[in-house]
């Protein structure tokens, strides 16, 4: 074991400490794993200590230039990645920035920890990502979308509620799957999420047609699953999001549309603003760690978008003048 993987897992174990998910303590750590890695084989060097700007800048070039899965945390194939449609091609822009951010986060942690003195990330800024529009799904695709559901089976019922209760809470699916009974109030129509990507727990709201519908599939689970679980598989154990994203690409493609969890999230955010909503409350929400991140938002509108929530907001369409 290499000084690197050392303060790696020193690293791992204060953001374990911090309450970051498991999924974002994952993306850390790969990405670190895979520069150590880099560092070792291109340079020989196995420290944090003796790494330059010029190591960091180095390893930003080599991904972009290398292909997808060409190379692994731990140095060993996993799953054939050579049979997968994507192998070999670009890595995104995208990517790459989050790899530089969390090489970033990694040397601010040791230099908070004084375990090195010069942060050699200090002048590395991220890649700059041209972002995407995220697609707006008009009320017709979203009715073509949850009529493809057939709701008189288990598992494409309980896609159906997942679907609805992304789409009026803008809840993550990795924190909706999390829940369980004692988080849900029929009453009050919210939802406690305990199992955040922030680490902190939050409340989201859904209107009371959401809550009939909700009602009505626990009901429905209880009657033919004995399962602790409130979006449990035909067998009785959580469905897993892989599925659930599975089941969204099989009922969308076949009526033209790609529709994702984050997609339906990301509509959620975007009726919310049309319809009067403001950014602050947003936030809170979507669990955004601040307003920023929330704006971003705003750029996805098309200009279709922007003429409709204009004509709500017209000044002198409102005024009898």
């Not at 290499?2 to 850390?28: N, Q, V």
């Not at 896609?159 to 803008?170: N, S």
């Not at 519908?213 to 009901?219: N, Y």
């Amino acid at each position: 074991m290499t000084d690197f993987d050392i303060e790696i897992d020193r690293y791992m174990l204060d953001c374990t400490a911090k309450g970051l998910s498991r999924k974002t303590m994952s993306s850390y750590e790969q990405s670190l794993k895979l520069f150590a890695r880099y560092l070792e084989e291109e340079f020989s060097v196995t420290s944090p200590k003796d790494v330059t700007a010029e190591h960091i800048r180095a390893y930003v070039r080599s991904l972009e230039e290398r292909g997808k899965y060409e190379m692994s945390g731990n140095g060993a194939p996993k799953n054939f990645p050579e049979r997968r449609p994507d192998y070999g091609k670009k890595i995104s822009t995208t990517t790459i920035a989050n790899y530089v951010r969390n090489i970033r986060a990694f040397y601010s942690h040791l230099t908070a920890e004084r375990i090195i003195r010069k942060n050699p990330t200090a002048d590395i800024k991220p890649p700059k990502v041209t972002r995407k529009r995220k697609q707006y799904l008009e009320d017709r695709e979203l009715g073509h979308f949850f009529r493809q559901f057939d709701v008189t089976k288990f598992d494409q019922y309980r896609d159906w509620i997942i679907a609805r209760l992304i789409l009026d809470t803008g809840t993550r699916i990795s924190e909706l799957l999390m829940i369980d009974g004692s988080d849900i109030d029929l009453r009050g129509n919210a939802l406690l999420l305990r199992h955040t990507k922030s680490g902190k727990q939050r409340f989201v709201y859904f209107g009371d047609k959401t809550r009939r519908h909700l009602k009505m599939w626990l009901d429905y689970k209880d009657r033919y699953s004995d399962s602790p679980y409130i979006f449990p598989t035909n067998r009785g154990s959580r469905v897993r999001i892989e599925n659930v994203e599975r089941s969204f690409r099989l009922r969308s493609r076949s009526v033209g549309l790609e529709v994702t969890p984050h997609l339906l999230r990301n509509n959620f955010a975007k009726r919310y603003l049309m319809n009067g909503g403001d950014l602050a409350t947003l936030s809170r929400l979507l669990g955004h760690a601040s307003t920023d991140i929330t704006a971003q938002i705003y750029l996805d509108f098309a200009d279709r978008e922007v003429m409709r929530k204009y004509k709500q907001h017209s000044p002198l369409e409102n005024l009898d003048i």
